[in-house]
Every structure is written in C-alpha cells, then in structure tokens.
C-alpha cells in the first residue's frame, strides 16, 4: 500500500470513527443523522475496499509460498549429484 493510499485509509477510518461517536452520541437532529450517517458509509465502503484489495494481495502472497514451498520440497527430493 502506498503511503497516499494508507494515509487516506487513516484519514477515512477517523471520520468513519468520529461519524459513529456523533450517531451513538445521539445529540443531532434526524436530517444531519442522515448526513452524518451517509457519510460513514462512504468512508466506511472506502475503507473495506482498501482492506480487500489487502487481503487478496496477501492471498496472493500465501499461495505462491505454498507452491515455492511445494518446488522446494520437491527439488529436495531429486538427487542433483551421483555419489560415487
């Protein structure tokens, strides 16, 4: 993840965070409760996509370990060298 893109993520999980506190806080009127409601899920929908577009990276990360690791144990089970 870039440091733009992990920078924006941070930014979007803050108001996210301080959009539930005013919710939960319950100290605004119905129509900015909407507004402010709107608006989390814009960041929160911003936020989930950046985590998994994370997890498919890592995904990518665990299968290609897996078959390395299958080669690897594989080529170990070849004998490259004759003793003589």
């Known amino acids: 993840m870039t440091k733009k893109i992990e920078t924006k993520f941070k930014v979007a999980l803050n108001k996210l965070e301080r959009a539930v506190k005013r919710l ?48 690897l144990q594989e080529f170990d089970k070849t004998e490259l060298y004759d003793e003589e």
């Open 24 to 71: 939960e806080d319950g100290e605004i009127d119905l129509e900015k409760s909407v507004d402010v409601f709107v608006e989390g899920m814009e960041n929160a929908a911003f936020c989930q996509n950046i985590l998994n577009e994370s997890e498919r990276k890592v995904e990518i990360v665990i299968a290609n370990f897996a078959k390395a690791k299958e080669a």
